[in-house]
């Protein structure tokens, strides 16, 4: 979709829209070029303004009228690599003053941080946080995990095995929990599956330092980052109450 292309410039549908109407018209007054995309006049010189910082329009006084010029479509390609080139910088200077960042980071162990995740592709982003992981506790439902993000249900076990770590898990009891133990109970990473009935709204993975939270619903799942240590033992102290009752 040519909204894909304009996106990279951080542009909205309608000022995508306004740039392609100046394109197809030609350096123009910015009362005929906002006539033609019909846009008014207050809200085309906001536009304006969007446009010109992204460097795809220059404006000129002609005959005492503002005129708006759309810069040659040719060279679109040279101005994406621009900004990339722009980003990449960014990040290398980011990355070279990153412990003086951190030094300045303040923490309070009272405020928890918090970072929520919205979609499939989002929720997919805080679970390769958790593979990074190299111990932790979790309640979850191996059924909505394998109908709503499979990959995962293999792929966090295998990244344990393989990274030496350690879990414990408690599941609730579904088809799916039983291949799921069958595949991956080991004295580094123990199984437990709930008795009938027992069950929770939530999926929960509890580390030394964060708590993730996952909520599927029928169209959309979600995910949060809990970033406190306090928060954490509480949330590990609750799950070892019931793994001392439920775990076998």
């Given at each position: 979709?040519?909204?894909?292309?304009?996106?990279?410039?951080?542009?909205?549908?309608?000022?995508?829209?306004?740039?392609?109407?100046?394109?197809k018209l030609g350096a123009s007054p910015v009362s005929?070029?906002?006539?033609?995309?019909?846009?008014?006049?207050?809200?085309?010189?906001?536009?304006?303004?969007?446009?010109?910082?992204?460097?795809?329009?220059?404006?000129?006084?002609?005959?005492?009228?503002?005129?708006?010029?759309?810069?040659?479509?040719?060279?679109?390609?040279?101005?994406?690599?621009?900004?990339?080139?722009?980003?990449?910088?960014?990040?290398?200077?980011?990355?070279?003053?990153?412990?003086?960042?951190?030094?300045?980071?303040?923490?309070?162990?009272?405020?928890?941080?918090?970072?929520?995740?919205?979609?499939?592709?989002?929720?997919?982003?805080?679970y390769e946080e958790v593979l990074k992981e190299r111990?932790?506790?979790?309640?979850?439902?191996?059924?909505?995990?394998?109908?709503?993000?499979?990959?995962?249900?293999?792929?966090?076990?295998?990244?344990?095995?393989?990274?030496?770590?350690?879990?414990?898990?408690?599941?609730?009891?579904?088809?799916?929990?039983?291949?799921?133990?069958?595949?991956?109970?080991?004295?580094?990473?123990?199984?437990?599956?709930?008795?009938?009935?027992?069950?929770?709204?939530?999926?929960?993975?509890?580390?030394?330092?964060?708590?993730?939270?996952?909520?599927y619903g029928k169209d959309t799942i979600v995910g949060?980052?809990?970033?406190?240590?306090?928060?954490?033992?509480?949330?590990?102290?609750?799950?070892?109450?019931?793994?001392?009752?439920?775990?076998?």
């Amino acid at each position: 979709m040519i909204q894909d292309i304009f996106s990279q410039f951080h542009l909205d549908q309608k000022e995508t829209g306004a740039f392609l109407e100046l394109v197809k018209l030609g350096a123009s007054p910015v009362s005929v070029w906002a006539k033609h995309a019909g846009i008014n006049r207050s809200s085309m010189y906001v536009i304006m303004d969007r446009l010109m910082s992204a460097g795809l329009v220059t404006i000129f006084a002609h005959r005492g009228i503002m005129h708006a010029q759309a810069v040659a479509v040719s060279t679109l390609p040279s101005l994406l690599e621009a900004k990339q080139k722009d980003i990449e910088e960014a990040k290398r200077t980011v990355s070279a003053k990153l412990p003086e960042l951190l030094a300045l980071e303040k923490t309070n162990a009272i405020v928890p941080k918090i970072q929520f995740f919205e979609g499939k592709h989002r929720v997919e982003a805080m679970y390769e946080e958790v593979l990074k992981e190299r111990s932790f506790t979790a309640f979850f439902h191996p059924g909505r995990v394998k109908a709503t993000m499979p990959e995962y249900f293999h792929k966090i076990p295998q990244a344990i095995k393989a990274n030496g770590g350690r879990a414990k898990e408690l599941l609730v009891r579904c088809r799916e929990a039983l291949e799921y133990k069958r595949l991956y109970a080991s004295t580094r990473h123990a199984i437990s599956i709930l008795p009938e009935g027992v069950t929770f709204s939530s999926d929960t993975i509890i580390t030394k330092q964060k708590i993730y939270l996952v909520g599927y619903g029928k169209d959309t799942i979600v995910g949060t980052e809990i970033w406190n240590s306090e928060l954490s033992q509480t949330q590990s102290v609750l799950f070892d109450l019931l793994w001392d009752t439920y775990g076998r």
